[in-house]
């Protein structure tokens, strides 16, 4: 298994050229990467650098994690970094097609990657796939984190879901299937694709092809591949996620929250309040007009519930 070194340095490099190997930069003018012989994961840092760290698990690129989301946290006195997960972004990128990890592995990247940026325990979030990852994370290394948020998930991997779990919209998937792949080699035509499919789930399309030309700017090469698996998370279809965890949500000992849009078709809300009552104490928070996506209208919603969770983490600590 490829974890990440604990043994790393946050200071960056002071010429602001690429970090040598073991080495976390966090400069919030430029993404930057924690790395270890084999891997790299591509991170990026908003705030003080002292402060309690909020690590957002990409889903699969750290994009998926609005930006102002960001900056309203770090604005809230954390210290937020965001990343990509392997396979997209500025992290490690093999072949999506065969990944030659697993989702233990990507938890285990999860925690090695707050150990780096400081060895504290580190309020861990995940959206979409990511959400998966940081449920894993916090079962399998008890202590790295101290409080968990879990937005847009499900307590299952991928594939058909338990009889009690809504699965996809069958409505919404057929539609966006049905849509022809655009030219990988082509910004705008990506964009395009990416901003009908917004629309397609009810997510706001401007925002989804403003997003999806940075995915795309992000992406190395031009093999449809790469860019399936950045743009759509395609590796996750082919990711070994055994074995299940869902039965192990019940031993969550920190707090957590879920945030779900009401009117979510990939994982619809029951997923997120499936999620909620396996996890002892953890707060629901539903957003009434979301879908997929995190909102602008939502961010400040999100980040009061994201700064409240830590609050009670805190104190939990000081106790």
């Given at each position: 298994?490829?974890?990440?070194?604990?043994?790393?340095?946050?200071?960056?490099?002071?010429?602001?050229?690429?970090?040598p190997d073991?080495?976390?930069?966090?400069?919030?003018?430029?993404?930057?990467?924690?790395?270890?012989?084999?891997?790299?994961?591509?991170?990026?840092?908003?705030?003080?650098?002292?402060?309690?760290?909020?690590?957002?698990?990409?889903?699969?690129?750290?994009?998926?994690?609005?930006?102002?989301?960001?900056?309203?946290?770090?604005?809230?006195?954390?210290?937020?970094?965001?990343?990509?997960?392997?396979?997209?972004?500025?992290?490690?990128?093999?072949?999506?097609?065969?990944?030659?990890?697993?989702?233990?592995?990507?938890?285990?990247?999860?925690?090695?990657?707050?150990?780096a940026l400081?060895?504290?325990?580190?309020?861990?979030?995940?959206?979409?796939?990511?959400?998966?990852?940081?449920?894993?994370?916090?079962?399998?290394?008890?202590?790295?984190?101290?409080?968990?948020?879990?937005?847009?998930?499900?307590?299952?991997?991928?594939?058909?879901?338990d009889e009690?779990?809504?699965?996809?919209?069958?409505?919404?998937?057929?539609?966006?299937?049905?849509?022809?792949?655009?030219?990988?080699?082509?910004?705008?035509?990506?964009?395009?694709?990416?901003?009908?499919?917004?629309?397609?789930?009810?997510?706001?399309?401007?925002?989804?092809?403003?997003?999806?030309?940075?995915?795309?700017?992000?992406?190395?090469?031009?093999?449809?591949?790469?860019?399936?698996?950045?743009?759509?998370?395609?590796?996750?279809?082919?990711?070994?996620?055994?074995?299940?965890?869902?039965?192990?949500?019940?031993?969550?000992?920190?707090?957590?929250?879920?945030?779900?849009?009401?009117?979510?078709?990939?994982?619809?809300?029951?997923?997120?309040?499936?999620?909620?009552?396996?996890?002892?104490?953890?707060?629901?928070?539903?957003?009434?007009?979301?879908?997929?996506?995190?909102?602008?209208?939502?961010?400040?919603?999100?980040?009061?519930?994201?700064?409240?969770?830590?609050?009670?983490?805190?104190?939990?600590?000081?106790?």
């Open positions: 298994m490829t974890r990440i070194s604990v043994g790393t340095s946050a200071s960056g490099s002071p010429d602001g050229s690429d970090p073991d080495s976390v930069t966090g400069r919030p003018d430029r993404p930057a990467g924690t790395r270890t012989p084999g891997i790299t994961l591509g991170i990026e840092s908003f705030g003080d650098d002292d402060a309690p760290l909020v690590l957002l698990v990409g889903g699969t690129t750290m994009l998926s994690w609005p930006d102002a989301l960001c900056e309203r946290l770090a604005g809230g006195g954390r210290r937020v970094v965001r990343y990509d997960l392997r396979d997209s972004g500025e992290s490690t990128t093999a072949d999506p097609r065969a990944p030659a990890y697993t989702l233990r592995d990507l938890a285990a990247d999860a925690a090695g990657l707050a150990g400081g060895g504290r325990p580190a309020h861990l979030a995940g959206i979409g796939v990511g959400g998966m990852v940081a449920q894993v994370a916090v079962l399998d290394h008890p202590g790295t984190f101290s409080a968990l948020t879990l937005a847009g998930t499900r307590p299952v991997a991928p594939g058909p879901p009690d779990l809504p699965d996809h919209d069958r409505a919404t998937m057929s539609r966006l299937f049905a849509r022809p792949m655009p030219d990988w080699t082509d910004r705008e035509a990506v964009a395009e694709f990416a901003a009908d499919g917004a629309e397609i789930r009810g997510d706001d399309p401007v925002a989804a092809r403003a997003v999806a030309g940075r995915v795309w700017d992000r992406t190395p090469g031009s093999a449809p591949p790469v860019h399936l698996a950045n743009q759509l998370g395609t590796v996750f279809s082919r990711l070994d996620c055994t074995p299940r965890w869902r039965e192990r949500l019940s031993g969550v000992t920190v707090p957590a929250l879920v945030v779900h849009g009401r009117r979510d078709p990939f994982f619809p809300v029951g997923n997120g309040e499936a999620i909620a009552r396996g996890i002892p104490g953890a707060r629901l928070l539903v957003l009434e007009e979301a879908a997929t996506a995190i909102p602008d209208a939502a961010v400040d919603e999100v980040a009061e519930a994201m700064l409240t969770l830590g609050q009670a983490e805190q104190t939990g600590q000081a106790g």
